[in-house]
């Protein structure tokens, strides 16, 4: 784009060739300008070449792995909310059967006032199993729109059935009514279960209810457990439904239907008995069952992190061959403007030349 300083005048070659030079300089600074505004190197992967296979062959991975890295953090509210309602209620049963071991033998007034507390405590408990996490249930699975004990769980049939049971405790004698409270709180039946429709099954068939997150390749991780079901631990123990928040609802309906004027009742003591070792039992099995949900929520927090680095870096390989280095691509932008500016002031500069050549002829 020099003036070759051998010629008086200009032709037609001399100005089509500053005219070709301006345009490419122009297309060049146009790139640039769309690079400056965009941040990439180009606006199609085959704008790229040959490094365009880096983002094609990376950007799936990185989509994958946000995801796992999305369901991971969405798991771990509704995984905390459970743990600290299981952890409640490992208080509450806990706190009933220090009560047990020593309710025979007591006044009357002290049975009725342990009756009412447990009345209360199994009020608690079914509020515990409604905990929510934003618009989820935690303890309904995956029937999370609906809470896992819709009703009064004092009305409910479970409850009303067991106060039947330990109201007869002096004719059927202590073995009867405990078979009796054991059937009401294993039952599943509509006029009995305190529970939804969906976890008012039997376990086996709530296997597949269980709240799950997918956080890698592997097999879907199971977050939570089911109000009516155990989670990764079974429960244990001569008196049991196979369910520790069964079992200790059944404790807290069996004290809570008891009367001071049966303090000196036969059988009452074998009651109470079955009462505090069931209670123990399933205090055993959900303390069990919250530890592995909390090594398993550390798990997921850990991946969640190593997913976050792994993403990071994905998207950093993707950047190096698709983002543009904005301080380079500004300077360039600066200099190809002047470069053009300079280009129109030598094509008018050769215009004015070429045009008086011709006069001049």
């Known amino acids: 784009m020099q003036i070759p300083s051998s010629s008086p005048t200009f032709g037609n070659g001399t100005l089509s060739q500053v005219v070709n030079d301006a345009a490419t300089i122009r297309r060049q600074l146009d790139a640039l300008t769309r690079q400056a505004g965009d941040g990439l190197v180009a606006d199609t992967y085959s704008g790229l070449g040959a490094a365009a296979a880096i983002p094609l062959s990376l950007g799936s ?22 743990q600290s309602a299981l952890a409640q209620i490992s208080e509450i049963a806990t706190h009933f059967f220090g009560q047990t071991a020593a309710l025979n033998g007591i006044n009357t007034t002290a049975i009725d006032t342990s009756a009412a507390s447990a009345r209360d405590a199994l009020t608690q408990l079914s509020s515990l199993l409604n905990s929510k996490f934003g618009n989820i249930f935690v303890f309904s699975g995956t029937d999370s729109a609906n809470p896992p ?36 709180a294993s039952s599943n039946a509509a006029t009995i279960s305190p529970f939804s429709t969906t976890l008012s099954q039997p376990a086996a068939a709530l296997h597949g209810t269980r709240p799950l997150v997918v956080a890698g390749p592997g097999a879907p991780v199971p977050t939570g457990v089911l109000a009516s079901a155990n989670g990764d631990i079974a429960s244990t123990g001569s008196s049991t439904t196979g369910s520790y928040i069964r079992d200790i609802m059944r404790a807290l309906a069996t004290i809570g239907s008891l009367s001071g004027s049966q303090a000196s009742t036969s ?54 061959v698709r983002d543009v280095d904005m301080a380079a691509t500004l300077s360039r932008l600066t200099a190809t403007q002047t470069q053009l500016q300079a280009s129109y002031q030598l094509l008018n500069t050769l215009r004015s030349l070429s045009l008086a050549s011709v006069l001049s002829g």
């Open 61 to 82: 991975a990185v989509d994958e792995a946000t995801t796992w890295q999305a369901n991971t953090q969405a798991a771990s509210g509704p995984m905390q909310t459970a």
């Open 149 to 184: 004990i819709p009703g009064d769980i004092l009305a409910s049939g479970m409850v009303t059935s067991i106060a039947t049971a330990v109201a007869t405790l002096s004719t059927n004698g202590a073995a009867a009514t405990i078979a009796s409270t054991l059937a009401a």
């Open 267 to 320: 059988g009452l003591d074998i009651l109470v008995q079955d009462v505090h070792t069931s209670l123990g039992d399933a205090i055993a099995a959900l303390n069990s069952d919250a530890g592995v949900m909390g090594n398993r929520q550390a798990t997921l927090q850990a991946r969640q992190l190593s997913l976050g680095d792994t993403v990071t870096a994905l998207q950093g390989q993707i950047s190096s």
